[in-house]
């Protein structure tokens, strides 16, 4: 999960509207899609990245990484 649009190189509606955080509490997602980010070994691509836009930061689930 991302709050940053702009990291986004494609981007479309998803039919997740809500993520639940830490408070038990609930935030909209107003999209999925697909980033690239810039390591040592190169541009990776990540797809099915949800756009939220209220997050403070960039949540990555290293186990979802690893099935993919």
Same mark, same amino acid.
């Given at each position: 999960?991302?709050?940053?649009?702009?990291?986004?190189?494609?981007?479309?509606?998803?039919?997740?509207?809500? $993520? *639940?955080? *830490?408070?038990?509490? =609930?935030?909209?997602?107003?999209?999925?899609?697909?980033?690239?980010?810039?390591?040592?070994?190169?541009?990776?691509?990540?797809?099915? $990245?949800? =756009? $939220?836009?209220?997050?403070?930061?960039?949540?990555?689930?290293?186990?979802?990484?690893?099935?993919?």
């Amino acid at each position: 999960m991302t709050f940053d649009k702009s990291l986004f190189k494609t981007m479309q509606p998803t039919r997740i509207t809500k $993520v *639940r955080i *830490r408070n038990d509490d =609930y935030i909209e997602a107003k999209g999925k899609g697909t980033i690239s980010i810039s390591t040592n070994s190169g541009t990776k691509i990540i797809s099915d $990245v949800l =756009y $939220v836009p209220n997050m403070d930061q960039n949540l990555l689930s290293v186990g979802q990484l690893i099935e993919k």
